[in-house]
């Protein structure tokens, strides 16, 4: 039975970022559940992350250190196997939480004993502190289905599992060069139900230091990984549930291959959508997307760049418009 007071193991994973991280840090302050373990991985920095860790004087704080640079994934894996809470965590360095996060997934567990992961809302914040858009929760119980369609959960930093349940999936693949939260999700769909509290209680930063996901040839590679991961899991969804996976992932390597303007790429892209729909060619979606395939690259540029322009204003919009 969970109870309100059940321990939660907060796992840090952190790489050269030592100001950041005293933020992180002091965001836990102020949580309204209290009784946690802060368990910061530091994964080989460079810079003063030790010194300023030292410098935090926190008892709940355990401070492990890689002797080589692991990946975020292998440093949340050292953080679950050394975690004794009920609960697990993860915080991103370079993220925040707030005050009421735990307190109100804590409840909701209790409510539910067949539910074995509650993630948030989350805002994100850009380098002026200024909010730029939310991310909204929208499925609960089995979301294996729309976990297909995209990782609809997102960051990891807004998650709590229970940790025999992460046991049970043997936490992170780190064998991924990216998507290993989507990866991570996916399995835990396979053996649990998902809650989620609907406010935002994370602050989920962009700045100019470099995520997974700025990194173009490991998100293209993670994506492809998943693809093979999954796909034969994913046909036996729905065929719109499958559709939707092959979309997602043909638009991550699609939109690679404009950037970084590669033929092969766009060539690649084109397959994986060929693949994907082979039963259903006369699907509208295919039709509009397969032909734009065929297009020259420096068209493909044009219209790709038109397109964040308009994206980035309706971002702007929605941001300064009351909700």
Request: include cysteine.
């Amino acid at each position: 039975m969970v109870t309100l007071n059940d321990k939660v193991s907060v796992i840090i994973p952190t790489h050269n970022r030592s100001e950041l991280l005293k933020k992180a840090v002091k965001s836990l302050e102020s949580q309204s559940h209290q009784n946690f373990e802060i368990i910061i991985i530091d994964d080989f920095s460079t810079d003063d992350t030790a010194e300023v860790v030292k410098e935090m004087k926190n008892d709940r704080i355990i401070y492990l250190k890689h002797d080589i640079n692991k990946g975020g994934a292998e440093a949340r894996n050292t953080g679950i196997k050394r975690a004794t809470g009920r609960f697990i965590g993860f915080l991103d360095s370079d993220d925040q939480w707030l005050p009421d996060k735990l307190e109100k997934q804590l409840a909701l567990f209790a409510d539910q004993p067949d539910v074995g992961v509650i993630y948030t809302g989350v805002q994100v914040v850009n380098e002026n502190n200024h909010p730029t858009r939310k991310i909204v929760p929208e499925y609960r119980g089995d979301i294996l289905p729309k976990l297909f369609e995209s990782n609809c959960i997102d960051t990891t930093s807004s998650v709590l599992v229970k940790k025999e349940v992460l046991d049970q999936v043997q936490g992170f693949d780190a064998g991924l060069p990216s998507c290993q939260d989507w990866d991570l999700y996916i399995r835990l769909a396979q053996v649990t139900k998902f809650d989620f509290v609907k406010e935002s209680m994370v602050l989920f930063y962009h700045h100019s230091g470099e995520r997974i996901t700025t990194n173009k040839k490991s998100v293209l590679n993670g994506h492809l990984s998943i693809l093979e991961k999954y796909k034969n899991l994913a046909k036996k969804q729905r065929n719109s549930t499958f559709r939707s996976f092959i979309l997602t992932i043909w638009k991550v390597i699609f939109r690679t291959g404009i950037v970084d303007q590669n033929k092969e790429t766009v060539l690649l892209s084109r397959k994986i959508l060929a693949e994907g729909f082979k039963d259903d060619r006369i699907s509208l979606k295919f039709l509009f997307y397969y032909p734009a395939t065929f297009l020259p690259l420096k068209v493909l540029s044009y219209l790709y760049t038109q397109s964040k322009k308009n994206n980035r204003k309706s971002r702007v919009l929605s941001a300064t418009t009351p909700s």
